[in-house]
């Protein structure tokens, strides 16, 4: 058990493990009732109005003259106070944020019930019900920031980087919330994790979100966290989807990008190269409002949905890049234009001739006149090399001189072929009052992404040649929450939700298939699924794409939250479970990689370049390295399991106490069908006379302890995680 206690200012605060994950995205609003003379006032009626969608919810304060209604979807409310004796005061316009808490005090003047006093919430509106550190980004920026949509859908991530505890320190996996470990931030879409199971890729994760039109608001948190937050490092990002409300509103766009509007590089317009394709459509529409069927059915007040839908086009083509490929005379072994940049002939050696010498130095002969005789051909290259050139002679096409530097070295230019890039994402959401202390909501998400050759094939090799893998990505998202009150003191929230997301990438070879009859690496897992793949080093491009590869990334959250205003007390306590899968079958080299170098036909021992070529030790059959890849499946699941009380405690009028106490634990994982296995040094080997130091294999039920391959107790979910955190906010 860890307990962490810090002193800060007067009041007691337990420091985060630097784990934050969002419990739930709905807020509350807080206050206290006085009469003029600043008296508190008991017994009166608060009423917190949804102004989209007329829905309310009515509260008293309690003998101090505080309220508390919490548990409420993001929105515009009015607050209207009444006290019989007193003229009615309301709040109006009040923003209730993602999984925030507002104050809004009221003033009751003596007076008749039908004079009303109205005051606007920008002027009331102070955070000081918590000490967490948050920032928001609202319906207003989300719909009218404008951003650059360069080769990619549009983004949320894109809009949180305008936070300021947020930044990416470069590439996908850079994210990184309130200085904490990037690709270790939480997200939460209507209160269950938006995140994938194992690598918090940017693109990945911003799959599981809606569109930007469907996005209400969103807010970074990254300190002051109360205890119903944990399972994340740094910050978290609470997403909430969009709601209709009795008006209908819409929305369409059009975002454009087109290589006809460009200008081109500087030195494909010298060298009379065409501009690279780059068209681009992001595009889409949404549509909102009260579930009306005329003569059937008036959802106004009641039923409510919410429907968006965003396109994306992108064709870009290659963007004239060079690579290295052999020359014609390469093929029959002829390396006299193998040269260095100062035209000198750099040497091919025969590795079949190396001897070790009386001083133990190590040499090989060159071969005469850097030609490599056919009949030292290795048969399985020959074979390998037939097969690739059924799809056409690799050749240069520079147009650079032979017996230079630039004839044998970034001597091919990648001109043709382009990537398409559909994208289809769309989302409903649907509200619905069953009564005044019921309301339930769903939400359905679906994703289909790819990246694709275009036409005339992939902006790579050439036919057989390329080095390239496609993409296709889809995740299907559910929410569900249900909303109860039992009486004006008790609410309940429950939600649950998943994210069941997949990645799969094949090359263009596999579509082909049956290549066991045209060439079979010895000894592979399967040689009739994709063609062998092989690559060189000095620059030469790689031949062949890597087998078919992927993963699933699946969350499932079950989620509740009480709570329970008792004086000046809100209680607030819940638990949530979540199982997180990820399944990866990664056989990139199921049919075999193969690389090759020039230290194979080099000066031995002298890895610095002093002779040779990779394409000569390919065709003499020496490798430098290769890999094998068994067809697999591997398929684990993590459960996680927390629970939580917390106590917003209103000491005085200045002071508030955040005291909370959470438990979690995160369950080591187990994989599909008990196939895993480890060693550890410190399990007695039977076999070995008992001695330390033995294999694990993973025991189906009842010997579950086993399961997880856990080498210690250690690391056993005994040892689990308590911490307590009290927090204040004093105001004046």
Not at 151 to 164: I, V, Y
Not at 510 to 523: A, Q, R, S
Not at 601 to 612: H, I, K, M
Not at 711 to 726: E, M
């Amino acid at each position: 058990m860890r307990v962490r206690f810090s002193f800060a200012a007067m009041v007691l605060c337990a420091a985060l493990s630097g784990s934050v994950f969002g419990q739930s995205e709905r807020g509350t609003i807080s206050g206290t009732v006085h009469d003029s003379s600043g008296a508190v006032i008991p017994a009166a009626r608060v009423t917190a109005t949804n102004i989209g969608t007329n829905s309310a919810i009515n509260v008293a304060s309690n003998e101090t003259g505080d309220y508390t209604i919490p548990s409420l979807p993001v929105g515009l409310y009015n607050v209207l106070v009444e006290k019989e004796g007193f003229r009615p005061a309301q709040i109006t316009g009040l923003t209730l944020n993602a999984a925030a808490n507002v104050r809004a005090d009221v003033t009751l003047h003596v007076g008749t019930e039908k004079q009303l006093v109205e005051v606007q919430a920008t002027v009331v509106q102070l955070h000081t019900e918590d000490a967490k550190t948050s920032a928001t980004v609202t319906n207003r920026m989300v719909d009218q920031l404008p951003l650059v949509v360069g080769g990619a859908l549009r983004s949320p991530f894109d809009l949180a980087a305008l936070t300021p505890e947020s930044k990416n320190v470069g590439g996908d996996t850079g994210f990184l919330l309130g200085g904490g470990q990037a690709a270790a931030y939480g997200t939460t879409l209507d209160g269950i994790s938006a995140n994938t199971s194992r690598a918090l890729q940017v693109s990945w994760v911003s799959s599981n979100a809606p569109s930007l039109e469907a996005v209400t608001e969103f807010t970074v948190d990254t300190n002051g966290f109360k205890a119903e937050f944990g399972h994340a490092g740094g910050g978290v990002m609470t997403f909430v989807s969009k709601s209709g409300t009795n008006d209908f509103h819409g929305s369409a766009y059009e975002f454009l990008r087109n290589d006809g509007f460009d200008a081109n590089y500087f030195f494909s317009n010298k060298k009379g190269i065409p501009r690279p394709i780059y068209k681009q459509n992001d595009f889409g529409a949404s549509l909102g409002g009260p579930v009306w069927i005329p003569k059937v059915y008036d959802g106004r007040n009641k039923t409510f949905f919410f429907f968006a839908y965003e396109g994306f086009r992108n064709r870009q083509g290659a963007t004239a890049f060079t690579t290295t490929v052999p020359t014609p005379e390469m093929y029959n072994g002829d390396f006299s234009n193998w040269v260095d940049k100062n035209g000198k002939q750099i040497p091919i050696y025969d590795p079949t001739t190396q001897v070790t010498n009386a001083d133990g130095t190590v040499t090989r002969k060159p071969f005469p006149n850097n030609q490599i005789p056919k009949a030292l051909f290795d048969p399985l290259a020959v074979k390998a090399l037939g097969v690739f050139q059924a799809s056409g002679v690799l050749t240069p096409n520079t147009g650079a001189a032979p017996g230079t530097v630039g004839y044998v070295t970034n001597n091919y230019v990648v001109t043709k072929g382009s990537n398409v890039s559909p994208i289809n994402k769309w989302s409903i959401k649907g509200d619905h009052s069953v009564s005044e202390k019921d309301r339930i909501s769903g939400y359905y998400g679906y994703d289909r992404e790819a990246i694709v050759p275009g036409p005339d094939g992939p902006a790579a090799l050439p036919g057989l040649y390329a080095n390239y893998n496609d993409l296709h990505q889809n995740t299907d998202v559910l929410r569900f929450s249900w909303d109860h009150i039992f009486s004006p003191t008790k609410f309940n929230h429950f939600y649950a939700g998943g994210n069941n997301w997949r990645q799969n990438h094949n090359p263009p070879q596999e579509y082909i298939g049956n290549w066991k009859d045209k060439f079979c690496l010895p000894n592979v897992p399967d040689c009739n699924q994709n063609l062998v793949n092989l690559t060189f080093s000095n620059g030469y491009g790689g031949w062949g794409g890597n087998a078919n590869n992927g993963s699933e990334n699946t969350i499932y959250g079950y989620n509740d939250d009480f709570s329970w205003i008792r004086g000046a007390h809100t209680f607030k306590f819940g638990g949530m479970f979540q199982l997180t899968h990820y399944n990866g079958f990664g056989r990139q080299c199921v049919s075999g990689c193969v690389s090759f170098s020039f230290t194979e036909t080099g000066v031995p021992g002298n890895t610095s370049f002093a002779g040779g070529n990779p394409f000569a030790s390919f065709l003499l059959g020496w490798a430098d390295n290769g890999q094998l890849d068994t067809i697999r499946f591997i398929g684990q699941q993590w459960p996680y399991f927390a629970g939580y009380f917390q106590d917003d405690w209103r000491v005085s009028s200045k002071l508030i106490l955040n005291i909370g106490l959470r438990w979690e634990t995160q369950i080591p994982p187990t994989g599909l069908d008990d196939r895993w296995a480890d060693f550890s040094p410190t399990r007695p080997n039977p076999n070995a006379g008992n001695i330390p130091g033995a294999v694990i294999f993973a025991a189906p039920e009842p010997d579950a302890r086993d399961r997880a391959i856990w080498p210690t107790p250690t690391t056993r979910p005994s040892d689990r995680d308590l911490a307590s955190r009290i927090r204040g906010t004093a105001r004046r």
